[in-house]
């Protein structure tokens, strides 16, 4: 698919038609590229695996073709890499851990 090719589904999707063949002469059945509203909102799920209404490869795909919204993926995936990082390199304090665990525990007896 040449660069005109793929710049021309991204346009088109954004400009409102559906994903599954939008009368662009597609077959019906084959995945097109979402817009990036959709994928930024969906930018969590999509770096945590838990990707519902999506394919994985359907916001991987705008990912990688969206100039506009590759920032944004990075940067994301920056700052939960540092989350973690930062959570592996500093224990939390025995009394807010055991805090924390005595509110889920009360948490859920309320809600069961």
Same mark, same amino acid.
């Given at each position: 698919m040449?660069?005109?090719?793929?710049?021309?589904r991204l346009l088109?999707?954004s400009?409102g038609s559906?994903?599954?063949g939008?009368?662009?002469g597609?077959?019906?059945?084959?995945a097109?590229?979402?817009?990036?509203?959709?994928?930024?909102?969906k930018?969590? &799920?999509?770096?945590?695996? #838990? +990707?519902?209404d999506?394919s994985? /490869?359907e916001? $991987?795909?705008?990912?990688s073709?969206?100039?506009?919204?590759?920032?944004?993926l990075?940067l &994301?995936?920056?700052?939960? #890499? +540092?989350?973690h990082?930062?959570? /592996?390199?500093? $224990?939390?304090?025995?009394h807010?851990?055991?805090?924390?665990l005595?509110l889920?525990a009360? &948490?859920s007896g309320?809600?069961?």
């Open positions: 040449t660069f005109f090719d793929r710049l021309r088109g999707s400009q559906t994903r599954q939008g009368g662009n597609k077959p019906s059945g084959e097109q590229p979402i817009a990036c509203m959709e994928a930024m909102a930018v969590q &799920e999509y770096l945590d695996g #838990e +990707l519902n999506v994985h /490869e916001v $991987a795909q705008h990912f073709m969206c100039k506009r919204c590759y920032p944004h990075k &994301e995936e920056s700052f939960k #890499e +540092l989350l990082r930062s959570a /592996e390199e500093e $224990a939390c304090p025995e807010v851990r055991n805090q924390v005595e889920l009360q &948490e309320q809600g069961g």
